[in-house]
């Protein structure tokens, strides 16, 4: 590895010292459908972020408070501490459109209809409200 490509790692290594995010790939929904529950969570305090999702009626909303739990064991593994009430906050959550298989559903006369089934990978971001301010 190069001298520019070394100091470039190093200083990417750094700054990911100080981001606290989860990622979650290829969840078999349409990203449309992940959005709706990822509106709902974004700027919110955690545990707040936590009940909305555990008592939400949509399917997303469990694989979205997972993927909360996992970014908050990721501040706490980094910060070697547990996180208080009131401390973290969903900083930013996005999700992205993932691979869409293509399919065939038979028609009348003989005709077929293409199905779409898409998938998203969405990530969250966690911190805290004094490190969202600088």
Request: aromatic residues 6%; proline residues 2%; without cysteine.
């Amino acid at each position: 590895m190069g001298q520019r490509k070394r100091l470039s790692a190093d200083a990417r290594k750094e700054a990911n010292k100080t981001i606290y995010f989860a990622k979650l790939s290829n969840i078999p929904s349409s990203p449309r459908k992940m959005r709706l529950v990822a509106d709902m969570v974004r700027g919110m305090e955690v545990n707040r972020a936590l009940g909305v999702l555990k008592f939400s009626n949509k399917e997303a909303a469990a694989r979205v408070e997972k993927l909360l739990r996992s970014a908050i064991a990721n501040w706490e593994q980094k910060n070697e501490r547990k996180a208080e009430d009131g401390e973290l906050f969903v900083t930013k959550i996005f999700v992205d459109e993932g691979v869409t298989l293509k399919r065939m559903r038979p028609r009348a006369q003989g005709r077929g209809a293409r199905i779409r089934k898409r998938s998203n990978h969405v990530t969250l971001f966690v911190d805290t409200l004094n490190s969202k301010q600088n």
